[in-house]
Antibody, heavy 120, light 103 residues
């Protein structure tokens, strides 16, 4: 079965770049809308963006200038980069498999998430 | 931009009882509405998509209904593992969540 696993530094300094990787095992990284979604501690969910078929991207307008999502198909990994971070970027970051069909958009598979704290 | 709201913020229910959660969209979203369950310390889990289609492996006690701007998630008989936070979602926007706790 397909599994997602996020990895990366748990602590990032203010103004630096947050970089995370999501490894997709047990299945192909093609043909889905691979997304990053975050959740500040004790708060709700915020979609950051997706990459589709290794090239097409779409980002949350509120973060668009700071977010980059890319994919490494040879290693079945997707990556997130978020620049110029502040304490407001402290959150659990999830990678999720998204899909869109006649029944709408939904995220049917999630990683366990990784907590990133922004602090000096 | 569509705004998703959920009510109530917290719902206290006894085990075995029915829970009814609401989600409202600021503009019509047709049937493009999904529901997720999040237990403490875990990632969200897809329950319902297309407003009423249960995801793979989701027990029949979970059902979704509604269209347009008003949606409902019903849990027919609450089990211990159902006490969690529930989110609705339309495209890339999530509602603020409803916490279902033990009465």
């Amino acid at each position: 079965q397909v599994q997602l696993q996020e990895s990366g530094p748990g602590l990032v300094k203010p103004s630096e770049t947050l970089s995370l990787t999501c490894t997709v095992s047990g299945g192909s990284i093609s043909n889905y809308y691979w997304s990053w979604i975050r959740q500040p501690p004790g708060k709700g969910l915020e979609w950051l963006g997706y990459i589709y078929n290794s090239g097409s991207t779409n980002y949350n307008p509120s973060l668009k200038s700071r977010v980059t999502i890319s994919v490494d198909t040879s290693n079945n990994q997707l990556s997130l980069k978020l620049t110029s971070v502040t304490a407001a970027d402290t959150a659990i970051y999830y990678c999720a498999r998204g899909w869109y069909d006649s029944l709408g958009w939904y995220f049917d598979l999630w990683g366990r998430g990784t907590l990133v704290t922004v602090s000096s | 931009e569509r705004v998703m709201t959920q009510s109530p913020a917290t719902l206290s229910v006894s085990p075995g009882e029915r829970a009814t959660l609401s989600c409202r969209a600021s503009q019509s979203v047709g049937s493009s509405l999904a529901w997720y369950q999040q237990n403490p310390g875990q990632a969200p889990r897809l329950l319902i998509y297309g407003a009423s289609t249960r995801a793979t492996g989701i027990p029949a006690r979970f059902s979704g209904s509604g269209s347009g701007t008003e949606f409902t998630l019903t849990i027919s008989s609450l089990q211990s593992e159902d006490f969690a936070v529930y989110y609705c979602q339309h495209i890339f926007t999530f509602g603020p969540g409803t916490k279902v706790d033990i009465k």
